[in-house]
């Protein structure tokens, strides 16, 4: 009898002690199923978690993890060369009752290599080409997987993602991240998430690495997580994970220092110890990769439009290996067989040495370009006269010399253009040219070459015989230099490597070059040599970039925004003052300006700022009426400023930034340019419609010049997904023997009269976002692929 109760009280809280375990399988799922069958591999050493414990599976594939209450899902850390049938996850509901995981082979991966897609900021519920172009891209170059770093964007956005960009229909693992705008009114901020994309933390193996993804802190909506939740499931994870693997961390924004340790209330990590080599984010709308304390800090802007501080439209391509990050690369979007002969251009006379020096720019957003072939034939009789292989320099880029015999010095000739695509695709493209000395009357092209890296806002500074240009370089960061070019023949002089890339002008005053990359470090450099004097670094690399153009006036460099705005003297980089109100604010690629002992200065987002230039005290700010979108710079007149907000132009008084005039219009002006006062003309380039000029008195329009679709999307929030016409303009106008030269988005140059007329156009093969330089009858341009190109007017 004792024996019997006994008995019956050991056995009477098994039944509970159970009910309380969260108990399954990992297997490999050989027939794709979703269904364990007894010929199928179970898996040992597979990570489970509930989001509260982590747990590995036993020898057998099972695993156990205790019932927590506050677990919504089961996830799996899918072990590198899987992925899932279905789902890294499983919701923990009443009819969820098997809580097997099913993981197939996947045969993209590599054991010490892994080539994955970020895509980020999309917030769309609209189909456009940017979801077939990653889709494809991850086909045609064999990437494992896509990683949406967040901002999937209200209802809407978030329906729409989770029906059209998943990993059946793209065909690779998709993973997405929460954002800001993903925490969106309901029982918590991210119950939508939850339901559409599974829980808002997880880990996965991948090829060579360690991947961890955690949610944004805070949003829109209050989350149910903490920072010590995640902390806490964080420190867990990475203690079982092999810590030889290369930890690559997923989050909407960057907010750790450069210790990257991660805090909480109570919790802290320190990411460093494990391995950590990078950390992926959008959130701000732009294009910014740095390196600290060896990891590197990747934000991109949105495959599908153009960035806050005007960025252009990307996904970016990311290979690791064993050792960490192998490579980072920034694809533009939108682009297809795109393929253009920029030299010879029209009349085309050969060079000294008796060859034809030859440019293409092409593009494709989906295949790479394995090689360009080009054929020179008569184009009377067909005769080929030569045949050869171009060169890449750059990611857009091909040139070559094709040498003529004196026989053929002349007459009308055509260029067959074969572009070879590493899946085997071929596409041809006919262009024909003449050999022939231009009538006298026309812009003769007279030299052009390649730099290593893009050109962003950097105009040609042309300062004697030199032209100083800069470049930059969204990803892995090798192609960031200034340069001096003999400006007669477009020749390196010197290079000098940057810490980071420099986007936007140079300036020059007696002897010294001076210029400002995106994290704020300031060279000033012997422009003769090319031997840096003197550099200023900021405190630590910070948000958001700086990608505004600094200003030069009487021997004193003003460069940097908010507490990282100074004013530092050329010769000595004695700073003169440094720190100002106000902070915050995005990116903004606006000129700072000097008019009459005060400096301008616009934030995005915030407000336009004017100081003191002797002190840095702020004297007036202004950023009502669309004003704080900072887009442009100013244009000083008679003691007032014209400038643009949004879709409204402005003219205010200059002391006291008291607006006197402001007309809204219907056009967008958030494009870099600032606004042009050309014989009673204020002529403002638009996001969408080309160029505008109105009356400077009346603020009313004159006349109209509409340009082409933009190549790549760079204007804020411009877009082909809405299929309107976007005539994006980032330049502003150059006045030139009382003709205005501009270059624009559809890869043009234009040459208008002041009516607004087109007298002639040229088509370069690439974008064009900075000014054309004037030095006397020759223009300098430089185009987004990296050319510099001389033309004689």
């Known amino acids: 009898?004792?024996?019997?109760?006994?008995?019956?009280?050991?056995?009477?809280?098994?039944?509970?002690?159970?009910?309380?375990?969260?108990?399954?399988?990992?297997?490999?799922?050989?027939?794709?199923?979703?269904?364990?069958?007894?010929?199928?591999?179970?898996?040992?050493?597979?990570?489970?978690?509930?989001?509260?414990?982590?747990?590995?599976?036993?020898?057998?594939?099972?695993?156990?993890?205790?019932?927590?209450?506050?677990?919504?899902?089961?996830?799996?850390?899918?072990?590198?060369?899987?992925?899932?049938?279905?789902?890294?996850?499983?919701?923990?509901?009443?009819?969820?009752?098997?809580?097997?995981?099913?993981?197939?082979?996947?045969?993209?991966?590599?054991?010490?290599?892994?080539?994955?897609?970020?895509?980020?900021?999309?917030?769309?519920?609209?189909?456009?080409?940017?979801?077939?172009?990653?889709?494809?891209?991850?086909?045609?170059?064999?990437?494992?997987?896509?990683?949406?770093?967040?901002?999937?964007?209200?209802?809407?956005?978030?329906?729409?993602?989770?029906?059209?960009?998943?990993?059946?229909?793209?065909?690779?693992?998709?993973?997405?991240?929460?954002?800001?705008?993903?925490?969106?009114?309901?029982?918590?901020?991210?119950?939508?998430?939850?339901?559409?994309?599974?829980?808002?933390?997880?880990?996965?193996?991948?090829?060579?690495?360690?991947?961890?993804?955690?949610?944004?802190?805070?949003?829109?909506?209050?989350?149910?997580?903490?920072?010590?939740?995640?902390?806490?499931?964080?420190?867990?994870?990475?203690?079982?994970?092999?810590?030889?693997?290369?930890?690559?961390?997923?989050?909407?924004?960057?907010?750790?220092?450069?210790?990257?340790?991660?805090?909480?209330?109570?919790?802290?990590?320190?990411?460093?110890?494990?391995?950590?080599?990078?950390?992926?984010?959008?959130?701000?709308?732009?294009?910014?990769?740095?390196?600290?304390?060896?990891?590197?800090?990747?934000?991109?802007?949105?495959?599908?439009?153009?960035?806050?501080?005007?960025?252009?439209?990307?996904?970016?391509?990311?290979?690791?290996?064993?050792?960490?990050?192998?490579?980072?690369?920034?694809?533009?979007?939108?682009?297809?067989?795109?393929?253009?002969?920029?030299?010879?251009?029209?009349?085309?006379?050969?060079?000294?040495?008796?060859?034809?020096?030859?440019?293409?720019?092409?593009?494709?957003?989906?295949?790479?370009?394995?090689?360009?072939?080009?054929?020179?034939?008569?184009?009377?009789?067909?005769?080929?006269?030569?045949?050869?292989?171009?060169?890449?320099?750059?990611?857009?880029?091909?040139?070559?010399?094709?040498?003529?015999?004196?026989?053929?010095?002349?007459?009308?000739?055509?260029?067959?253009?074969?572009?070879r695509y590493a899946n085997g695709e071929q596409t041809l493209k006919r262009q024909t040219f003449n050999l022939a000395p231009p009538a006298t009357d026309k812009v003769k092209l007279q030299w052009s070459t390649a730099v290593k890296g893009n050109i962003w806002k950097t105009s040609p500074l042309i300062i004697g015989d030199k032209l100083f240009v800069a470049t930059m370089d969204d990803g892995i960061g090798t192609k960031q230099a200034i340069m001096a070019l003999d400006k007669h023949t477009g020749k390196e002089l010197w290079s000098l490597p940057t810490v980071n890339s420099i986007k936007h002008k140079l300036r020059y005053s007696d002897g010294i070059l001076l210029a400002t990359d995106v994290e704020t470090n300031v060279y000033a450099i012997n422009a003769n040599t090319g031997k840096i004097l003197w550099t200023k670094k900021p405190a630590k690399s910070s948000l958001p970039t700086f990608v505004s153009g600094p200003v030069l006036d009487k021997g004193v460099y003003y460069t940097g925004l908010g507490n990282r705005m100074s004013a530092i003297d050329i010769r000595t980089g004695k700073v003169h003052w440094e720190g100002v109100d106000p902070s915050g604010g995005e990116a903004t690629p606006a000129e700072l300006s000097v008019v009459d002992q005060t400096l301008l200065a616009g934030y995005n987002w915030n407000a336009l700022c004017a100081y003191d230039i002797q002190t840095g005290k702020l004297l007036w700010k202004r950023q009502e009426d669309g004003l704080r979108f900072r887009s442009g710079g100013v244009t000083a007149k008679d003691g007032y400023l014209y400038t643009t907000g949004l879709n409204g132009i402005f003219k205010l008084n200059l002391k006291t930034g008291e607006i006197i005039q402001k007309s809204i219009k219907t056009d967008d002006f958030k494009v870099m340019a600032s606004p042009q006062i050309v014989d009673g003309l204020l002529i403002m380039p638009t996001s969408t419609n080309g160029i505008k000029a109105y009356d400077p008195q009346t603020l009313e329009e004159k006349w109209h010049f509409a340009t082409g679709e933009a190549l790549v999307y760079t204007s804020p929030y411009s877009s082909p997904d809405q299929h309107k016409m976007v005539g994006t303009v980032e330049s502003s106008i150059t006045e030139v023997k009382g003709k205005l030269l501009f270059g624009a988005s559809d890869g043009y140059i234009y040459i208008l009269d002041k009516q607004g007329k087109v007298h002639s156009k040229f088509n370069m093969g690439a974008p064009i976002f900075s000014e054309i330089t004037v030095d006397g009858d020759l223009i300098y341009i430089a185009d987004f692929a990296g050319n510099i190109s001389c033309f004689k007017l």
């Open 1 to 419: 009898m004792k024996l019997t109760r006994l008995l019956t009280f050991i056995l009477l809280p098994i039944s509970p002690l159970f009910a309380q375990q969260r108990t399954g399988r990992v297997f490999e799922d050989q027939n794709a199923n979703n269904q364990f069958e007894q010929s199928e591999k179970l898996l040992a050493g597979i990570v489970i978690s509930n989001g509260y414990d982590v747990v590995k599976t036993a020898s057998d594939g099972t695993y156990n993890l205790p019932h927590n209450p506050n677990a919504r899902f089961l996830s799996v850390t899918i072990p590198s060369g899987y992925k899932a049938t279905k789902t890294h996850y499983i919701p923990l509901r009443a009819e969820h009752k098997n809580l097997d995981f099913a993981l197939v082979k996947d045969t993209v991966q590599q054991s010490d290599f892994l080539r994955f897609i970020q895509i980020t900021d999309t917030e769309t519920p609209l189909y456009g080409p940017w979801i077939d172009n990653v889709r494809n891209y991850a086909k045609q170059q064999r990437a494992s997987l896509i990683m949406h770093t967040g901002d999937i964007c209200y209802e809407p956005g978030m329906l729409f993602h989770a029906k059209q960009v998943n990993s059946e229909l793209m065909g690779r693992p998709t993973y997405y991240t929460v954002g800001n705008h993903d925490l969106v009114k309901g029982e918590y901020g991210e119950k939508l998430f939850e339901d559409l994309f599974g829980p808002t933390y997880y880990s996965f193996d991948a090829g060579p690495a360690h991947f961890v993804v955690t949610p944004m802190p805070n949003g829109d909506y209050k989350p149910s997580y903490t920072a010590d939740q995640i902390i806490s499931w964080l420190k867990k994870d990475l203690a079982m994970m092999d810590k030889s693997k290369p930890l690559i961390f997923i989050n909407h924004d960057f907010f750790v220092g450069p210790d990257f340790i991660l805090k909480g209330e109570k919790e802290q990590i320190d990411l460093m110890q494990y391995n950590l080599k990078a950390w992926f984010y959008g959130h701000w709308h732009n294009n910014f990769t740095f390196k600290q304390n060896g990891v590197y800090v990747v934000c991109s802007n949105a495959p599908n439009k153009g960035g806050i501080d005007n960025s252009a439209a990307q996904f970016v391509v990311v290979d690791i290996d064993k050792q960490g990050i192998k490579d980072i690369k920034p694809v533009y979007t939108n682009l297809r067989d795109h393929i253009q002969l920029v030299r010879p251009m029209g009349d085309q006379q050969l060079d000294a040495d008796g060859t034809l020096p030859i440019l293409v720019n092409a593009y494709d957003s989906e295949r790479q370009i394995q090689g360009v072939d080009l054929e020179i034939a008569a184009h009377e009789t067909g005769k080929r006269l030569s045949s050869t292989k171009l060169a890449p320099t750059g990611d857009w880029s091909w040139h070559t010399k094709v040498p003529f015999k004196k026989t053929d010095q002349k007459g009308q000739y055509d260029a067959l253009l074969t572009i």
